[in-house]
């Protein structure tokens, strides 16, 4: 197997750093200065290995989403082709997974930023539509019987209890917190049982 190019390593150390920027202070604030004294590198260098300003951001906007698809994969593989909804919360919620609170918060600051970068908006929604419907799948498989717009409900509100956690990471919250999301999205995960 070859060995990555001193290009692409150095492409990902400044891609490491963008999104480190941007998760701090936001998609206008990651200025290329920012992202250069972050990566280590002379300011020159970014435009070298990632282009101009708007070839960074494009840049960007790939390597979050695609981060963003590969832990919703990896969430989807863990749980087909019997993962319960228990099984659903426990690892959106789980502190021991693995999961690194730079992506959200940048993908949260490109979110915003959609209005002065609208190219931004479709990468954004399908991704969000692929975690939807990894959510769906095993509401639809614990609650078959449910309206298909109340599945689709509770996906929105368990995602937005998920999301909300780490947006909440830079806080440093109690760890209570965690616990009480965690619980509220059982709450709604459980609002699809039959009433009898």
């Known amino acids: 197997m070859p060995r990555p190019s001193l ?3 150095r ?33 020159p ?9 708007d070839e960074m951001t494009g840049a960007l906007i790939s390597h979050v989403v695609d981060r963003f698809a590969q832990a919703t994969t990896a969430l989807r ?15 959106l919620f789980d502190k021991s997974v693995p999961n690194d609170p730079r992506v959200m918060l940048a993908y949260q600051s490109l979110v915003t930023s959609v209005a002065n970068h609208p190219s931004m908006r479709q990468p954004l929604v ?5 975690f939807f419907e ?18 689709r409900a509770v ?7 998920y999301v909300n956690l780490d947006s909440l990471t830079p806080l440093n919250p109690p760890e209570v ?12 995960a459980a609002s699809l049982e039959p009433n009898v």
Do not use: M
């Open 126 to 130: 399908d991704s969000l539509e692929q």
């Open 7 to 9: 290009k692409d390593q």
């Open 134 to 151: 990894v959510i769906e799948a095993v509401l639809k498989r614990a609650f078959p019987n449910a309206p298909p717009a109340q599945i």
């Open 155 to 161: 996906s929105q509100g368990i995602s937005a209890t």
């Open 11 to 43: 492409s990902e150390q400044i891609l490491d750093a963008y999104l480190t920027c941007v998760s701090r202070f936001g998609l206008e604030g990651a200025t290329q200065e920012r992202v250069a004294t972050e990566a280590g590198v002379k300011r």
């Open 77 to 91: 593989d863990a749980l087909e082709p019997t993962g319960t909804t228990a099984d659903l919360i426990d690892l």
């Open 45 to 53: 260098i970014l435009r070298h290995y990632l282009g101009n300003k």
């Open 177 to 188: 917190w965690r616990e009480e999301l965690k619980q509220a999205a059982t709450i709604l």
